[in-house]
């Protein structure tokens, strides 16, 4: 079976590190999976994808309509050419365009897949246009979709409307996450060394773009009433962006920039989360089912989250308390002192372990999905 998985990118991301190990569980001999990207020219994952297999495409996607109908031609083209059985689209606002594209091509099987909800929070004018694209975009999608997938109920409602699940051809797959790196040894010590935390310190983990949604600088000034109550903590933020510069700054502006730790994109999360975190917080204004509180709960952390964030992402045992935003970050610096206090609940990986979150239940349910797909072909 070929099968076409078109995303905005290759780089480090949630949507991006399910979609590259689920692809790398499949096996090979019954299925070819390549990649379409059109945001950002191949990514941190293209080199392990290739390695199995995979081939890539680049069409960048402008916003100008000349852009759009050139990108349409030589999509319409590479579908032409590759006579995929399977156009697989990832996202929620290009998904019924692209779905459409496909069908016009005659492409058997048309899979729209959400893994994300419609609660954007980039300004009123970023908020409207979003609107007016899912407006847009949800007919396309439920249309032209063979098949509907989406990581959560409300992802799913994000793409195909409220009553997306009275029909048979839409389904929920987990984005489940892979368990062999949480099963290493804890080093705190050398980890913590190496990373500069204050030894000692009790260490709130943070993993995310820096993005507006992921909402690091609500972290900081939880931080600040933390170490004003003379808490013996340190804050650890994983990842980079945009709004890394302005994050740093504001530590500085707080006076608490000795206690937060900035390492950049890693490779090595489960080691960081197993080593070097005792809590790990999450103050996201919007998410879909985030892979890392999959990670943080594998790997035995007590989690901090916003009340945004689905109830879905809680995994059987997984010790996860959800709080509003509108608490404020003194409420939210309480709750991370009395988790720290509680003893550990020592679920960790067990929690994940044989569950839809875990990636080789995914794949199973990935696969049976491309078989379904196959057997509606044929008949």
Not at 20 to 48: I, K, M, N, S, W
Not at 70 to 92: I, P, S, T
Not at 186 to 206: F, M, Q, T, Y
């Amino acid at each position: 079976m070929r099968i076409l998985h078109v995303v905005g990118s290759l780089n480090r991301g949630g949507i991006e590190t399910w979609l590259c190990q689920a692809v790398t569980h499949l096996p090979r001999e019954r299925y070819q999976c390549d990649f379409c990207t059109y945001r950002y020219e191949r990514g941190a994952y293209a080199a392990e994808l290739e390695r199995s297999g995979c081939e890539f495409h680049d069409i960048p996607l402008g916003s100008s309509p000349v852009a759009i109908f050139r990108f349409a031609k030589r999509f319409r083209r590479l579908l032409g050419e590759g006579r995929y059985d399977v156009v697989h689209c990832h996202g929620l606002l290009l998904v019924g365009f692209i779905l459409f594209l496909a069908w016009m091509e005659n492409t058997p099987v048309c899979i729209g897949h959400s893994h994300n909800t419609d609660r954007k929070t980039d300004g009123i004018l970023a908020a409207a246009l979003n609107r007016i694209g899912l407006w847009l975009n949800r007919p396309l999608a439920r249309a032209f979709s063979t098949h509907g997938v989406a990581c959560s109920v409300e992802a799913g409602a994000a793409l195909f409307g409220k009553s997306w699940r009275e029909k048979s051809k839409y389904t929920i797959i987990r984005c489940g996450i892979d368990l062999a790196p949480f099963e290493a040894e804890a080093d705190p010590a050398s980890w913590r060394k190496a990373l500069g935390v204050p030894l000692g310190a009790k260490v709130i983990g943070h993993v995310g773009s820096f993005e507006i949604v992921k909402n690091q600088q609500f972290l900081i000034k939880m931080a600040a009433h933390l170490i004003a109550e003379s808490a013996d903590v340190a804050l650890l933020l994983v990842g980079d962006g945009k709004l890394r510069q302005s994050v740093e700054q504001m530590a500085a502006l707080y006076g608490i920039q000795s206690r937060v730790v900035f390492t950049g994109v890693r490779t090595d999360v489960p080691q960081l989360m197993l080593s070097a975190m005792d809590v790990f917080v999450m103050p996201s204004l919007h998410e879909g089912l985030p892979l890392v509180l999959l990670e943080a709960q594998a790997a035995g952390l007590a989690c901090v989250v916003s009340d945004a964030v689905t109830r879905e992402a809680r995994a059987q045992g997984g010790s996860v308390q959800f709080l509003p935003l509108s608490a404020g970050p003194g409420a939210w610096a309480q709750e991370v002192l009395t988790v720290l206090k509680r003893p550990d609940s020592g679920a960790g990986l067990e929690s994940v372990r044989h569950t839809d979150f875990d990636i080789s239940v995914a794949v199973e349910r990935l696969a049976l999905l491309y078989c379904e797909c196959s057997a509606a072909e044929d008949a």
